[in-house]
């Protein structure tokens, strides 16, 4: 893919128009009604080093296979003979309006599964009337996205080693509108996930591999690797001064992320950042407990998708004894 950037588009683009019809025809003959069908599409479109990089998880994958599997072995209880004609999932939070108590998560790289996708999935999100959270290393910037949108957006942040970038974050963040602050602390250090080596996410001749892949996936490229261009990291290159590709968003990361992270940075970040805070990245009940006492204004119990550390609870089965604890220990009504 970094290679496909220094080629000229149309020279790239005549090396990959004659696949172009077949996968067309393809892509259209796939009828979408379900979550796995979404799933299918991006694997028929994607180049396998994007798919498996957000597909994947760490290790062995088996915190990611039971953040399925528990979720399924959930059964809700069904009432009947109530009146259904007047329902709404309208909520408050953080003092905004939602439409349904739902926000969409940070996911980073967006912008390189779908042309410049943080505004689209921003968009989206707007329009159904509820929270998007831009992640620190997505494609676009926070200066790109905020003005595509009516409603205020959600900034993620991680605890590195550079606290200029992070200080910098919070005050184009809080600059540019942002409500509320998701700060992620499961990632003291990256987690190793074994797919990215095997499809040229990492690895050995990663960006010829890369490279062969989005030649193979000609919709992809001509749409996200040639139109949806500049594919830096928007946020960190505003800071750097300089683009950043691929090679440069891995190396960054594997840098800065700072394995010293403690309740204390919470201290920290309050002293720019005084909107509303949330803490990403909750597992156990006695971290929510503190997540209170540190001032956090909501929680997300997650285990980043059972990407970065394997062999911990599900979100579904560490979810209630999180809930409980919390509720005896808080009046908190905003995000607990």
């Known amino acids: 893919m970094d290679a496909i950037e220094r080629q000229d588009p149309e020279a790239a683009r005549a090396a990959v128009c004659g696949h172009i019809e077949f996968?067309?025809?393809?892509?259209?003959?796939?009828?979408?009604?379900?979550?796995?069908?979404?799933?299918?599409?991006?694997?028929?479109?994607?180049?396998?080093?994007?798919?498996?990089?957000?597909?994947?998880?760490?290790?062995?994958e088996q915190t990611l296979k039971r953040n399925v599997?528990?979720?399924?072995?959930?059964?809700?209880?069904?009432?009947?003979?109530?009146?259904?004609?007047?329902?709404?999932?309208?909520?408050?939070?953080?003092?905004?309006?939602?439409?349904m108590p739902v926000a969409l998560a940070p996911v980073g790289l967006t912008g390189m599964y779908a042309r410049r996708g943080e505004v689209q999935a921003a968009v989206a999100a707007d329009k159904k009337g509820i929270p998007f959270t831009l992640s620190t290393v997505s494609v676009c910037p926070i200066e790109e996205v905020v003005p595509a949108i009516s409603r205020p957006m959600w900034f993620q942040l991680y605890v590195l080693r550079d606290r200029g970038f992070m200080r910098n974050a919070l005050e184009r963040a809080k600059a540019a509108g942002c409500s509320t602050l998701v700060f992620t602390v499961d990632m003291p250090v990256p987690?190793?996930?074994?797919?990215?080596?095997?499809?040229?996410?990492?690895?050995?001749?990663?960006?010829?591999?890369?490279?062969?892949?989005?030649?193979?996936?000609?919709?992809?490229a001509w749409d996200v690797g040639l139109l949806g261009r500049p594919h830096d990291l928007g946020n960190i290159s505003k800071y750097l001064g300089k683009p950043t590709g691929l090679e440069d968003y891995i190396g960054w990361l594997g840098n800065n992320f700072d394995p010293s992270i403690s309740w204390k940075d919470l201290e920290w970040i309050r002293e720019f950042w005084d909107g509303p805070m949330v803490i990403k990245g909750i597992l156990d009940p006695e971290d929510a407990k503190d997540a209170v006492r540190f001032g956090?204004?909501?929680?997300?119990?997650?285990?980043?998708?059972?990407?970065?550390?394997?062999?911990?609870?599900?979100?579904?089965?560490?979810?209630?004894?999180i809930a409980d604890a919390v509720e005896r220990g808080t009046k908190n009504s905003s995000g607990f």
């Open 191 to 220: 987690g190793a996930r074994y797919r990215d080596a095997h499809s040229g996410m990492s690895g050995p001749n990663a960006a010829m591999r890369r490279y062969m892949q989005a030649v193979m996936h000609p919709n992809w």
């Open 23 to 60: 996968v067309v025809q393809q892509d259209s003959a796939m009828i979408i009604s379900s979550a796995n069908d979404y799933r299918e599409a991006a694997k028929r479109r994607l180049p396998p080093f994007l798919f498996h990089y957000i597909d994947g998880g760490a290790y062995a």
């Open 296 to 321: 956090a204004d909501g929680i997300v119990v997650s285990n980043h998708g059972g990407r970065q550390l394997d062999g911990v609870l599900s979100t579904a089965r560490a979810l209630p004894p």
């Open 69 to 99: 599997e528990d979720l399924s072995q959930i059964a809700l209880r069904q009432r009947v003979l109530n009146d259904m004609s007047a329902l709404s999932l309208e909520t408050t939070l953080f003092n905004e309006t939602l439409s």
